[in-house]
């Protein structure tokens, strides 16, 4: 079976912070993992996907299949980050997600 | 193209009524997929389809809730009869034909069963 966890529903940084936002994920088989983002009225989009390896607004994730990890991470959190965040595992065609982090960015 | 579009927005219903939301993927988008947010569940996968034949239903949470997807361009998700429990914001998202896993989401149906 596949499953996601986000251990954090809601984190809170001061600007200029680092930001390190937690996904552990159970999965057989070989895992695609995603962050996915949801801005304050806006639609969930795609930030980045591991296979990429990609920075994107400053977000960076690295794949840890040791640990089974895929942490989002961004070394000065700027306040438009504040945003809810989903982890999802992709596999077997389906994508699932974790239950999210809403990351507030305080000034 | 205006993106996935879902209908309607709001809804507020009494508790036994029934209710149709609705989905339009993108064009060109074989796969579809119904997901619920919730504050305490986050975003769970209810049921998808692959050109338009359900292949894992697995997430539906019980009889009350039925699925179609009768065209390449339209789908439905029926709860009936309501209840308070299924107040949830629904989304719709397609992706490409064995395409890079990403998931082009709608607007989401916010739903209130009182």
């Known amino acids: 079976a596949q499953r996601v966890t986000q251990p954090e529903k809601l984190l809170s940084v001061f600007k200029g912070a680092p930001v390190e936002l937690k996904c552990n994920y159970s999965?057989?088989?070989?895992?695609?993992l995603f962050w996915y983002v949801q801005y304050s009225r806006q639609r969930l989009q795609l930030l980045l996907r591991h296979i990429s390896r990609e920075s994107i607004k400053g977000f960076t994730a690295d794949l840890n299949k040791g640990e089974t990890s895929f942490h989002l991470k961004k070394p000065f959190a700027q306040e438009e980050d504040s945003a809810m965040y989903y982890c999802?595992?992709?596999?077997?065609?389906?994508?699932?997600f974790g239950q999210g982090t809403r990351l507030t960015i305080n000034p | 193209d205006a993106g996935v579009i879902q209908s309607p927005r709001h809804e507020v219903t009494e508790m036994g009524q029934e209710v149709t939301l609705r989905c339009k993927p993108i064009s060109g988008h074989n796969s579809l997929f119904w997901y619920r947010q919730t504050m305490m569940r986050g975003l769970e996968l209810l049921i998808y389809f692959n050109n338009n034949v359900p292949i894992d239903d697995s997430g539906m949470p019980e009889d009350r809730f039925s699925a179609k997807m009768p065209n390449a361009s339209f789908s439905t998700l029926k709860i009936q009869p309501s209840e308070p429990r299924d107040s949830a914001v629904y989304f719709c998202?397609?992706?490409?034909?064995?395409?890079?896993?990403?998931?082009?989401f709608g607007e989401g149906s916010r739903l209130t069963v009182l």
């Open positions: 999965y057989s088989g070989s895992p695609e």
């Open positions: 998202a397609s992706s490409l034909p064995r395409g890079t896993g990403e998931l082009f």
């Open positions: 999802a595992l992709g596999g077997a065609q389906k994508l699932v």
